[in-house]
């Protein structure tokens, strides 16, 4: 009785479900006709002010999709395929951030306005989300190589950061400063001029032998900063002034830290005034952020040590407004339009590489892909005992009337070590400025 009632059930229930399919069946469902409509977008092949235009072929070809300002979390909100995107155009007034996966997450690749890029290269076919957002003049910086590569020579052993004075490189390592002429390539060993040993500079002052770190420095009106930190012996960092060219000590200065800290990776001191100098410790959180140093410069001229004050504490964020996490903080410059840009060589938190923010807000403003994009941060796979590692930043124009050897263009500077057992190479990444030709701010006009 069980196995004969169960039967007619079985059988009704396949009879409802055909009389419900039927409508649903149609020739415009076998065909696809229904999932192309969906997966139609309008397409303008020159985008206008506010729009971006996204192809599925190299060369802007294949099919395409104009964007506007927003979020596009996935490949079905740009109605596109997913990891199809192999070119682009930029219309003004935005610029378009391509990530690897959904959600935002990922490499980020970014594309500046007014530009067309008809191949995308590494980012081709590597796209899940987009977000197209109002452009900002300040930072469409675009990779443009290195030099030196990978050379191994008598400052690149432990090079930590840079610095110029208009006609000097000063370069740190971790127990010397030197000087380098701008006039000599960098990859000539012999073009060392004067140096100071982190010995000298504690003898100087009368520090403690526990201090035995130079970190990323920065030069304004006559003085090099240099951070000092004393981890190993529980000594707090400390900034000392050398003057320049001679690197000869002047005074030092305590900055704040988080109680229970010891690391100070680099400084920077404001261009538009000289008013402040920042500094970080080794990671940037929720709570530990960019410390801003008011500078005694009367003070300081008299050779008088204690010329900086702490001020604030000013904390970074993503582009969502959510806490950034950057572990060991390697170099950071600040630029003459607010713009601050941080590296870092340890992965985990929010990830290692180079980034720019808006130093007023503390706002994410673009980052670095690895091996991706025009604002690459390229890291190499050159033999190394322990990997690549970013060091410290410097702003320095060059084009190739400046005469400066190797190098024939760019404004942003970048050092990264190839770190060895015995001895590191140095790698020097050149970031060149692109000015939106429809966009007449102070600051592009001046670039």
Not at 4 to 13: E, G, H, L, T
Not at 100 to 112: I, L
Not at 321 to 344: C, I, R
Request: proline share 6%; hydrophobic share 35%; glycine share 10%.
């Amino acid at each position: 009785m069980f196995t004969a009632r169960s039967i007619p059930v079985r059988s009704s229930v396949r009879r409802s479900r055909i009389v419900l399919a039927l409508p649903v069946v149609t020739l415009a469902t076998l065909l696809g006709l229904e999932a192309r409509a969906e997966a139609a977008c309008a397409c303008t092949p020159t985008p206008g002010s506010g729009q971006v235009t996204v192809w599925q072929h190299a060369e802007f070809t294949g099919e395409c999709c104009t964007l506007t300002v927003g979020d596009y979390a996935d490949s079905a909100s740009f109605k596109l395929s997913n990891d199809s995107i192999s070119s682009l155009k930029v219309g003004p007034g935005v610029r378009a951030v391509l990530y690897e996966h959904g959600g935002f997450a990922g490499r980020e690749a970014t594309y500046e306005a007014s530009q067309g890029y008809a191949h995308l290269h590494e980012v081709s076919d590597e796209t899940s989300s987009i977000r197209i957002v109002a452009s900002d003049p300040r930072v469409p910086y675009y990779y443009e190589g290195n030099y030196p590569y990978d050379d191994e020579n008598e400052w690149s052993n432990q090079a930590q950061g840079l610095a110029n004075d208009g006609v000097n490189w000063y370069v740190t390592q971790t127990g010397r400063v030197s000087r380098i002429p701008l006039t000599c390539d960098l990859a000539d060993a012999s073009c060392i001029h004067e140096t100071r040993s982190i010995a000298e500079v504690r003898a100087a002052f009368g520090l403690p032998g526990g201090y035995d770190h130079f970190g990323d420095p920065d030069h304004h009106a006559g003085y090099l900063f240099v951070p000092v930190e004393g981890i190993a012996a529980g000594l707090p960092p400390i900034v000392v002034a050398l003057s320049t060219p001679d690197l000869a000590p002047v005074a030092f200065a305590s900055v704040y830290v988080t109680p229970g800290a010891y690391n100070s990776a680099w400084v920077t001191v404001d261009p538009r005034d000289g008013s402040h100098l920042y500094q970080a410790g080794g990671t940037l959180d929720a709570t530990r952020g960019v410390r801003s140093h008011r500078i005694d410069w009367s003070r300081l001229q008299l050779g008088l040590d204690g010329f900086l004050t702490y001020e604030d504490n000013i904390l970074l964020e993503d582009h969502d407004g959510d806490p950034l996490t950057l572990y060991t903080q390697q170099g950071g410059e600040l630029l003459t339009n607010g713009v601050l840009f941080l590296t870092n060589s340890k992965p985990g938190g929010s990830g290692a590489g180079l980034r720019a923010f808006d130093l007023e807000t503390g706002t994410l403003l673009a980052r670095a892909g690895s091996n991706y994009g025009p604002f690459d941060f390229e890291l190499n796979d050159a033999d190394s005992s322990l990997g690549d590692e970013a060091e410290g930043i410097d702003f320095l124009g060059i084009s190739p009337a400046s005469g400066v050897p190797g190098i024939p263009e760019g404004a942003l500077h970048v050092l990264m070590v190839n770190v060895d057992i015995d001895r590191d190479n140095a790698f020097l990444k050149h970031y060149s400025y692109f000015c939106d030709p429809t966009d007449d701010t102070p600051y592009c006009a001046q670039h």
